[in-house]
């Protein structure tokens, strides 16, 4: 399709596993962001990729969240050693051009679940 | 946590009436957006606003950029069933990275 791809769609994991959630952003978007969705509240900011580099890690909550988009396209966030509190929608978002505020485009997201 | 206050939380609609809302920050922002998010899904765009004072409208909704850049507001007009949902304002105050408001849920009357 041509939005933003996101899978898997839902995922549970037991405590302290590891997981790992992937973006497939629409084709020729340069820039890649990842957000986290508590349950009843707004997205909040993880993390940007500009292409490959990685240029804002500032909303990563802790060291065992981890992302990469190593070719400039498809981007992974890693999640080590769940725990419960990781619970949340995660979603991704592309936007076309490298200027600043440009309008950004979702994914549906993947509802992760720890139990 | 998040630097945006968006009111109403929640309102009940009619079907046919007017809606409005609106999001408010203590810091300056340069762009506001406004996305609608249905369950299950991410959010979808419905505008972006890029000035101070420009109004800007696409079909029975209407969104302005206040002149102040810490505010923004919503209208739909003439609501209809498939307009309920959660809406969010969001804006760029700081990098690229978007800042969202709490949302305002949409419900209609029973």
């Known amino acids: 399709g041509a939005g933003v791809s996101q899978s898997p769609r839902y995922k549970v994991a037991k405590r302290g596993q590891d997981v790992a959630l992937r973006c497939d952003p629409i084709?020729?978007?340069?820039?890649l962001f990842w957000y986290q969705q508590a349950l009843g509240q707004g997205p909040e900011f993880l993390t940007y990729?500009?292409?490959?580099?990685?240029?804002?890690k500032s909303g990563l909550p802790s060291d065992r969240f981890f992302a990469e988009r190593p070719e400039g396209s498809v981007s992974t966030l890693k999640i080590q050693r769940t725990q419960q509190e990781d619970s949340a929608v995660y979603l991704c978002?592309?936007?076309?051009?490298?200027?600043?505020?440009?309008?950004?485009?979702f994914g549906d997201g993947t509802r992760l679940s720890i139990l | 946590g998040q630097q945006l206050n968006q009111s109403p939380q929640s309102m009940f609609i009619q079907e046919g009436e007017d809606v409005s809302m609106n999001c408010t920050s203590s810091?300056?922002?340069?762009?506001w957006l406004w996305y609608k998010q249905d369950p299950g899904e991410g959010p979808v765009l419905l505008i972006a606003?890029?000035?101070?004072?420009e109004l800007t409208s696409n079909g029975r909704l209407t969104a302005q950029f206040g002149i102040t850049r810490k505010d923004s507001f919503l209208n739909i007009s003439a609501s209809i069933p498939s307009d309920v949902g959660i809406y969010f304002c969001?804006?760029?105050?700081?990098?690229?990275?978007?800042?969202f408001g709490g949302g305002t849920r949409l419900m209609v009357k029973p």
């Open positions: 978002a592309s936007s076309l051009a490298e200027q600043n505020y440009q309008p950004q485009h």
């Open positions: 084709s020729g978007h340069v820039s």
């Open positions: 990729f500009q292409n490959e580099a990685q240029l804002d």
């Open positions: 810091s300056i922002f340069n762009t």
């Open positions: 606003l890029y000035k101070a004072g």
């Open positions: 969001a804006g760029h105050n700081a990098g690229n990275m978007l800042t």
